[in-house]
C-alpha cells in the first residue's frame, strides 16, 4: 500500500508528540526506531520473548566474523547468534524482525547476505522437542561444542543418549560440557503412549518462519522487497519511495514499485549455489538484496491467523 509523503509527515508528527522517540520530524531515523515509536502507540506486545527474562520487538544479531563463511545466510547467522548468546526463544514468534551484522550503511560484518526464505527456529526453542541428529529419536543431550563438527546447523549438536556416546564418547579431559535437554512433560506422555500401543519412533516437526520482506540501505535512505503474497513461491516486488524527483528545493520525490521475477529462486538453494559460483546472470535487485539487505521480517503464517 503507497502512502502519500504528507500523510507520512501527518504520522510522524503524531508519533513524535505520543512517544519517547525524539527528533522524529527533524531527523533521520533508523527502521527499528520508526517500528519502537509505532509499536508504543499501538501498545503492541513485544513479538521475542527470550530466554534471558527479556521481551524485544526485533532481534539483533551478535557474532564475530567467521572468514570461512564465503556467503552466508540469515539462517546460519542467526543460529551462530543465538548460540554465541546462550540464548532460547520462550514460544514460537507470530512474527520475527531481525537486524543483520552491520550498523546502518556505515559498517558491514559481510559483503553479502543470504535472507533465507524460511528460517527454521526448532532448536532454539525452550522446552521443546527435539531429534537426535543420528537417529533421528527424540534428543536428550545438547552438545554445544559439536557444533559444525558433525554438520552445519544446530540441529547436528542434539543427541539420544545412545548416539552421544557411540558418535564421540566423553573422556575426562574432553572440552566437551554435553547438556540435558528438556523434554515437555506433553511430549513424554505422548512417548509413553505410542510405546504403550507398539508404535515405534516419532518424527518431530521442525518448525519454520516464512520470510515476507527485507528493508535494504546502500547510501542516503533505505528501500525494501515484499512479498505481495504468501508461500514460498509468492512474488516479490521492490520499492523505492525515492526512486526519481521533480524539482530542487521546493520539489518532490516520485515513489516506484517494481516486479521482482525470479527472486524466489535466487533465495533457494539452486540460487544460493549460482550466486557463489558467480552466476553472470543474477539481475541487479538480486545483488541489491544480497549487498544492501539490513532488516528481514519473517512470520509464522498460522500464528499470524489468531495474534
Given at each position: 500500500?503507497?502512502?502519500?509523503?504528507?500523510?507520512?509527515?501527518?504520522?510522524?508528527n503524531?508519533?513524535?508528540?505520543?512517544?519517547?522517540?525524539?527528533?522524529?520530524?527533524?531527523?533521520?531515523?533508523?527502521?527499528?526506531?520508526?517500528?519502537?515509536?509505532?509499536?508504543?502507540?499501538?501498545?503492541?506486545?513485544?513479538?521475542?520473548?527470550?530466554?534471558?527474562?527479556?521481551?524485544?520487538?526485533?532481534?539483533?544479531?551478535?557474532?564475530?566474523?567467521?572468514?570461512?563463511?564465503?556467503?552466508?545466510?540469515?539462517?546460519?547467522?542467526?543460529?551462530?547468534?543465538?548460540?554465541?548468546?546462550d540464548?532460547?526463544?520462550?514460544?514460537?514468534?507470530?512474527?520475527?524482525?531481525?537486524?543483520?551484522?552491520?550498523?546502518?550503511k556505515?559498517?558491514?560484518?559481510?559483503?553479502?547476505?543470504?535472507?533465507?526464505?524460511?528460517?527454521?527456529?526448532t532448536?532454539?526453542?525452550?522446552?521443546?522437542?527435539?531429534?537426535?541428529?543420528?537417529?533421528?529419536?527424540?534428543?536428550?543431550?545438547?552438545?554445544?561444542?559439536?557444533?559444525?563438527?558433525?554438520?552445519?546447523?544446530?540441529?547436528?549438536?542434539?543427541?539420544?543418549?545412545?548416539?552421544?556416546?557411540?558418535?564421540?564418547?566423553?573422556?575426562?579431559?574432553?572440552?566437551?560440557?554435553?547438556?540435558?535437554?528438556?523434554?515437555p512433560?506433553?511430549?513424554?506422555?505422548?512417548?509413553h503412549?505410542?510405546?504403550?500401543?507398539?508404535?515405534?519412533?516419532?518424527?518431530?516437526?521442525?518448525?519454520?518462519l516464512?520470510?515476507f520482506?527485507?528493508?535494504?540501505?546502500?547510501?542516503?535512505?533505505?528501500v525494501a522487497?515484499?512479498?505481495t503474497?504468501?508461500?514460498?513461491q509468492?512474488?516479490?516486488?521492490?520499492?523505492?519511495?525515492?526512486?526519481?524527483?521533480?524539482?530542487?528545493?521546493?520539489?518532490?520525490?516520485?515513489?516506484?514499485?517494481?516486479?521482482?521475477?525470479?527472486?524466489?529462486m535466487?533465495?533457494?538453494?539452486?540460487?544460493?549455489?549460482?550466486?557463489?559460483?558467480?552466476?553472470?546472470?543474477?539481475?541487479?535487485?538480486?545483488?541489491?538484496l544480497?549487498?544492501?539487505?539490513y532488516?528481514?521480517?519473517?512470520?509464522?503464517?498460522?500464528?499470524?491467523?489468531?495474534?
Amino acid at each position: 500500500m503507497y502512502v502519500r509523503a504528507d500523510r507520512v509527515m501527518k504520522l510522524r508528527n503524531f508519533l513524535d508528540q505520543l512517544t519517547s522517540v525524539s527528533g522524529l520530524m527533524g531527523e533521520e531515523k533508523d527502521p527499528e526506531e520508526f517500528l519502537n515509536s509505532l509499536n508504543q502507540v499501538f501498545k503492541a506486545e513485544p513479538f521475542l520473548k527470550l530466554s534471558s527474562g527479556q521481551d524485544a520487538y526485533s532481534y539483533q544479531v551478535f557474532m564475530d566474523r567467521d572468514d570461512k563463511i564465503v556467503l552466508p545466510t540469515v539462517q546460519q547467522l542467526f543460529e551462530e547468534s543465538f548460540l554465541t548468546s546462550d540464548l532460547r526463544l520462550k514460544e514460537i514468534p507470530s512474527c520475527f524482525i531481525i537486524q543483520m551484522p552491520r550498523f546502518g550503511k556505515d559498517y558491514k560484518m559481510y559483503k553479502r547476505i543470504v535472507p533465507s526464505l524460511v528460517l527454521d527456529i526448532t532448536d532454539v526453542l525452550e522446552n521443546s522437542p527435539r531429534s537426535c541428529s543420528i537417529c533421528g529419536l527424540v534428543a536428550e543431550i545438547e552438545c554445544k561444542e559439536c557444533f559444525r563438527k558433525f554438520g552445519e546447523g544446530l540441529e547436528n549438536i542434539s543427541f539420544c543418549r545412545k548416539c552421544v556416546l557411540k558418535s564421540h564418547g566423553y573422556s575426562k579431559g574432553s572440552y566437551h560440557k554435553p547438556k540435558e535437554i528438556a523434554i515437555p512433560c506433553e511430549f513424554q506422555k505422548l512417548l509413553h503412549d505410542q510405546a504403550a500401543h507398539g508404535c515405534q519412533g516419532y518424527k518431530i516437526p521442525r518448525v519454520h518462519l516464512e520470510l515476507f520482506a527485507v528493508i535494504c540501505i546502500a547510501t542516503s535512505h533505505y528501500v525494501a522487497f515484499v512479498k505481495t503474497v504468501g508461500g514460498l513461491q509468492g512474488p516479490w516486488v521492490f520499492f523505492d519511495s525515492m526512486a526519481d524527483r521533480r524539482g530542487e528545493e521546493h520539489g518532490y520525490n516520485i515513489p516506484e514499485v517494481k516486479p521482482c521475477p525470479d527472486l524466489a529462486m535466487w533465495l533457494s538453494k539452486e540460487g544460493y549455489n549460482r550466486i557463489l559460483n558467480d552466476d553472470p546472470f543474477l539481475p541487479d535487485y538480486a545483488q541489491r538484496l544480497l549487498s544492501d539487505g539490513y532488516i528481514c521480517m519473517y512470520q509464522s503464517p498460522e500464528l499470524m491467523l489468531y495474534r
